[in-house]
């Protein structure tokens, strides 16, 4: 009896001290609210990005035909040309005397084609009245065309002058913008000179230039409708130019192929969009990005607040029987605002799981489940 006595005591005193601090906690086991969501399948359209280089539709490179000094630039670098504006002028005296000797040559040559017809009426009345052989008239007329013949050379040689002086003075060949002009007046330029003199750029059209490896040209075009790759292209979605300073360009661009081959060196295919650009506002040379959409089928949408991370794998509590929550492992994909995950595996449609205050969250924990409105959620993603 002595020693169950002081038991019982002791056993008394710790359920007094078990009340004491349940009184003093009142909330240490009280099981709390959290928001639940069953999961419902939608469609989602999401965006991949693949960064770009701007260049004009048509880019040429303004080189002289011959070889001079340059005596004028007609235009500043960045400005906007017209077909057949002068832009810069050669000089090189030499095709002027070209065309000064081809001119002179040219009355030499009417001169000595007047001179021959000249003795064949000389002659011609000679060897009627047969004063002289039918030899000579024959020698007279061979002379003639022997003189017509150089003056056709001769004018012939003036039209290669003018040709040449003309490339002195080099006009835009198309509408455009210039680009940088390296040489200054006074250059030495020529036809094999290492840089040209400026490029010339139409601008009216633009094309972003950027690439896919293979994987993912394969997973793009499997997405999109038709049998064969033409068709499959054709009924690529629109793209949409995000410009360096990560405004969205409001026209949209029509992807094409750029090149029908995956480069063995980058593991690449390259494409480009070709974007309208009414305004110029994008020049040749820029960066920018491209994004195209995706729409995603019958996919389970969790907020990604709802999801932890744990060493090289993300976790979310589903709500099973009684009430309790497991922490269940998902592979997923982030949406393009990042707010929230496309979930491929670990959960299936119909599965209830906590949105909200996971971090106080144990595996096995009860709780009470607030149901969330699966339309409202659908909504706000929206």
């Known amino acids: 009896m002595r020693t169950v006595f002081p038991m019982i ?5 710790v359920t007094l001290s078990c009340q004491q601090n349940n009184q003093n906690n009142p909330g240490a086991n009280k099981v709390k609210d959290y928001s639940v969501l069953t999961l419902v399948p939608k469609s989602v359209t999401v965006h991949n990005n693949f960064p770009a280089t701007i260049e004009g539709e048509r880019v040429i490179e303004i080189r002289p035909m011959i070889s001079g000094y340059i005596q004028e630039i007609h235009v500043n670098e960045g400005e906007h040309v017209k077909r057949g504006q002068l832009l810069f002028r050669i000089n090189n005296p030499i095709y002027q005397q070209e065309v000064i000797t081809a001119k002179a040559n040219i009355n030499s040559a009417v001169a000595n ?4 017809k000249m003795e064949i009426e000389k002659v011609r009345p000679l060897v009627e009245k047969e004063i002289v052989s039918n030899y000579r008239l024959k020698a007279a007329e061979l002379s003639l065309q022997a003189k017509e013949a150089a003056l056709e050379q001769a004018q012939a040689t003036l039209v290669n002058a003018e040709t040449n002086l003309g490339y002195t003075l080099i006009r835009s ?13 006074g250059a030495l330029v020529g036809s094999n000179s290492s840089g040209a003199l400026t490029n010339l750029s139409d601008i009216s059209n633009v094309f972003a230039y950027f690439s ?9 075009l499997s997405d999109s409708p038709g049998l064969t790759i033409e ?13 360096s300073n990560s405004v969205e360009y409001p026209e949209k661009g029509k992807i094409e192929m750029a090149s029908g081959l995956i480069s063995t060196q980058t593991g690449s295919a390259t494409f480009k969009a070709i974007f309208p650009n009414p305004a110029g506002l994008i020049r040749s040379g820029s960066s920018a990005t491209i994004r195209i959409p995706k729409v995603k089928e019958n996919v389970l949408i969790v907020p990604q607040s709802a999801t932890y991370q744990m060493q090289d794998k993300r976790f979310i ?3 099973g029987i009684d009430n309790k929550v497991t922490a269940v492992a998902i ?11 496309l979930v491929s595996e670990g959960l299936k449609p119909g599965d209830k799981v906590v949105i909200e205050g996971v971090s106080s969250l144990r595996d096995g924990a009860t709780i009470i489940p607030k149901e969330v409105n699966a339309i409202s959620f659908n909504r706000d993603i929206n």
């Open 331 to 341: 592979i997923s994909s982030p949406t393009d605002d990042g707010g929230y995950f």
């Open 173 to 185: 060949p198309q509408d455009g913008i210039i680009g940088t002009i390296p040489y200054k007046t």
């Open 212 to 220: 896919w490896n293979e994987k993912q040209v394969l997973e793009l």
């Open 9 to 13: 005591c002791f056993m008394a005193f």
């Open 231 to 243: 068709e499959k292209m054709k009924n690529m979605p629109k793209a949409t130019l995000i410009l």
């Open 317 to 319: 509590y589903t709500l």
């Open 113 to 116: 084609v007047n001179t021959a």
